[in-house]
Antibody
Framework: QVQVVESGGGVVQTGGSLRLSCAAS????????MHWVRQAPGKGLEWVAV????????DYSDSVKGRFTISRDNSKNMLYLQMNSLRVEDTAVYHCARDTVTYSLSGWFDPWGQGTLVTVSS | NFILTQPHSVSGSPEKTLTISCTRSSGSIASNYVQWYQHRPGSAPTTVIY?????PSGVPYRFSGSIDSSSNSASLTISGLKTEDEADYYCQSYDGSTWVFGGGTKLTVL
């Protein structure tokens, strides 16, 4: 079935780096845009980043721009999020989510993964 | 950018009908589609309504969505409440450059 599964979360100190991965299966990965969405403890959902289906264009929320890099490997059906200069406020569960249209971007996400927890400690 | 405002929490009894609102701060609610996601802690969020009022396959008919231009808001209505409906619900929209979520509403079935 169509699914995405995140990995790579953990505990890191302020200023450190971490790379998240998302394995996709059950659909033609290279046809879809992919997103990262996070949820800080006790907070709501926040969109983080998107990569277009071809991987040649990305976009980021203002809160992570310049520190995070989204990328993909269409030959391996993998999505990544490289997180640098991490801050305590980046502590969150990070969800990988597929866009819902091929060769473009829609306004929404489906399916989502369960997420992977990133904890940034001071 | 705009903000989507939801009530922090709502509650209802089994078999009752309940509505969660989502008010857009600026720009017309009708100008960009609104989606609704159900999120149980520790699980992946799932879509219960997309494009204002469409229901994905597998989502019960008890879930319905609408928009009201006069109040510039979207609504998620759940009829025949079941205990399994207990979850956080998020509205979401996209203005062509940013994906925006509401703050989330915790639904409790009493």
């Amino acid at each position: 079935q169509v699914q995405v599964v995140e990995s790579g979360g953990g505990v890191v100190q302020t200023g450190g780096s971490l790379r998240l991965s998302c394995a996709a299966s059950g659909f033609t990965f290279s046809n879809y845009g992919m997103h990262w969405v996070r949820q800080a403890p006790g907070k709501g959902l926040e969109w983080v980043a998107v990569t277009w289906y071809h991987g040649n264009k990305e976009d980021y929320s203002d809160s992570v721009k310049g520190r995070f890099t989204i990328s993909r490997d269409n030959s391996k059906n993998m999505l990544y999020l490289q997180m640098n200069s991490l801050r305590v406020e980046d502590t969150a569960v990070y969800h990988c989510a597929r866009d819902t249209v091929t060769y473009s971007l829609s306004g929404w996400f489906d399916p989502w993964g369960q997420g992977t927890l990133v904890t940034v400690s001071s | 950018n705009f903000i989507l405002t939801q009530p922090h929490s709502v509650s209802g009894s089994p078999e009752k009908t309940l509505t969660i609102s989502c008010t857009r701060s600026s720009g017309s609610i009708a100008s960009n589609y609104v989606q609704w996601y159900q999120h149980r802690p520790g699980s992946a969020p799932t879509t219960v309504i997309y494009e204002h009022k469409e229901r994905p396959s597998g989502v019960p008919y008890r879930f319905s969505g609408s928009i009201d231009s006069s109040s510039n808001s979207a609504s998620l209505t759940i009829s025949g409440l079941k205990t399994e409906d207990e979850a956080d619900y998020y509205c979401q929209s996209y203005d062509g450059s940013t994906w925006v979520f509401g703050g989330g509403t915790k639904l409790t079935v009493l």
